[in-house]
């Protein structure tokens, strides 16, 4: 569906063309019978042609050098190697893949990369994680190095139970099969037993938003990847921070705070339910100011454009070490601190911006980069970068079906939005349910959300806590003891969104899905669009 085209083929294309005369012109000549091939080869002669010939060589030596197999090392633990494949029409897909490795390699994580057509059914039965990134080419078909797979291990009856995949899909949305291939791959995955990380990501004409995201569930394969730098950085609004708030006191998990955010200009840019607030976190105050002492700069040192340095530093990855004293060679060299990305928890009707997350800590004992910078170090009043992303995949249904909602933890954030906006559309026909560890601590929106089912929003709630006791601990048990409700919903046009751990919880209501509806109706749901998950 791309349409396109790689800058390198015209050039490379003519070169291959102005060779190929030349030889035929010499060739000419000696069916012509011409002197230059009467007698022996003059020494010069001798050597362009060894020279050609050795030139040929280390071409073919090149090649095969590219493709040779490999003998790939298994990880530290003994786990085999994450597997990163593309299907490339153009070039993009194979950039994209490449990027995606390195990132990983740069994480400490070990990656195998192989185009698609040195994928078979062996390395995909031997490999525990992998990523798939594929273009669409023309209307809806594969890229043409794909079609080896499809041909020869497509066909074959593959067992995959023990693969976690995921798909980045790229295409072209003005064609009518949009990322066709990649949903062609993420099927037949999941028909084969593979386990999706999280739902296929499409990419629109490289767009940069979808990039970034993509980059950011990244993150959640392990390693550092969420500490690299953005690939492309957002284009951040100034927000002010008006209220923040811990919600769990006394909880046993992490602080969970709710924060409420206003644009700097005054003017509330629309958002549905669903969306993400990219924020771009900052260092803390102190954390700068130590790193200026170490590195002997004062605090007041200033760029040439009237920028304090510790300003600069604060919203930047940190160097270890630096190699110079120059402070605008040292600016130069700074690379911005990675976005966060949290679901919006509030509609714009509600005059402001909400979100919900969890204090992260590290192994040390520290704060999370961006969660302690906005629990910890934030005050009411500071400004924030923040960016609104568009989240397609997770937007409401229309408002006269059913709704069914199913989270846990902060993931309550983006389905209270969904609450709400079903409220500002009248729509009644709600089931909410939600998992946390105690009701006495961790009923995030209790209040509310109790209030809502009083008044008839929420026609059926079901809070589960876990360390409460009680035969349902978790949201799936809930969903698997109502599954006559689920399957009753469902024939009456129920759409599901899911929100909240990738870890345990995804899966979990996954199974409890398909077991309760059936692989054939589970799958159905899945791409008529009415089971969605933002999951992380």
Known sequence: MSSNRSPRALPGNLAVIAVLAIIAFALLRLHLGESWWLASPLPAQWLTA???????????AALWWRVRPRKEAASVDGQPPLLVVWASQTGFARQLAERSADSLRA????????????????????????????????????????LAFLSRVMPQPVALPQLQYAVLALGDRTYDH?????????????????????????????????????????????????????????????????????????????GVF??????????????????????????????????????????????????????LLAAS????????????????????LPHREYSIASIPAEGALQLLLRRQVCADGSPGLASGWLCDYTLPGDLIDLRLRSNPNFHPPAHDVPLILIGNGTGIAGLRAHLRARIEAGARRNWLLFGERNAAHDFHFGDELRQWQREGWIEQLDAMFSRDGGELRYVQHALATHAERLRDWV????????????????????????????????EALRIAGRYRRDVY
Request: glycine fraction near 10%.
């Open 50 to 60: 060894l020279a050609a010939a050795a030139i040929y060589a280390i071409a073919c």
């Open 107 to 146: 994480a400490g994580q070990t990656v195998r990369l192989r185009a698609l057509d040195q994928v078979d059914a062996a390395l995909l039965g031997s490999t525990r994680t992998a990523l798939f990134i594929a273009s669409t080419t023309g209307e809806g078909d594969p890229p043409d190095h794909a």
């Open 178 to 254: 949009y990322c066709a291939f990649g949903y062609q791959l993420d099927d037949w995955l999941r028909k084969h037993g593979a386990q999706p990380l999280f739902d296929t990501v499409e990419v629109d004409n490289a767009d940069a938003d979808a990039l970034r995201h993509w980059q950011q569930l990244l993150g959640q394969l392990g390693g550092e990847v969420a500490d690299l730098p953005d690939w492309s950085a957002p284009d951040y609004q100034p927000w002010r921070l008006q209220q923040r708030q811990q919600l769990n006191p006394g909880s046993v998990g992490g």
């Open 258 to 311: 709710q924060l409420t955010l206003a644009p700097v200009d005054g003017v509330l840019h629309a958002w549905q339910a669903g969306d993400i607030a990219e924020i771009g976190p900052r260092h803390s105050s102190d954390t700068v100011a130590q790193w200026l002492q170490v590195h002997g700069f004062a605090a007041t040192t200033t760029l040439a454009d009237g920028r304090l340095l510790r300003d």
């Open 317 to 336: 990855s940190l160097p270890g070490q630096i190699e110079h004293a120059d402070v605008e060679t040292l600016a130069a060299s700074l690379k911005p």
């Open 491 to 522: 024939d009456e046009g129920a759409t599901i969104l899911v929100c909240g751990s990738l870890q345990g919880m995804a899966p979990a209501v996954d199974a409890v899905i398909a077991q309760a509806l059936g692989n054939d109706a589970h």
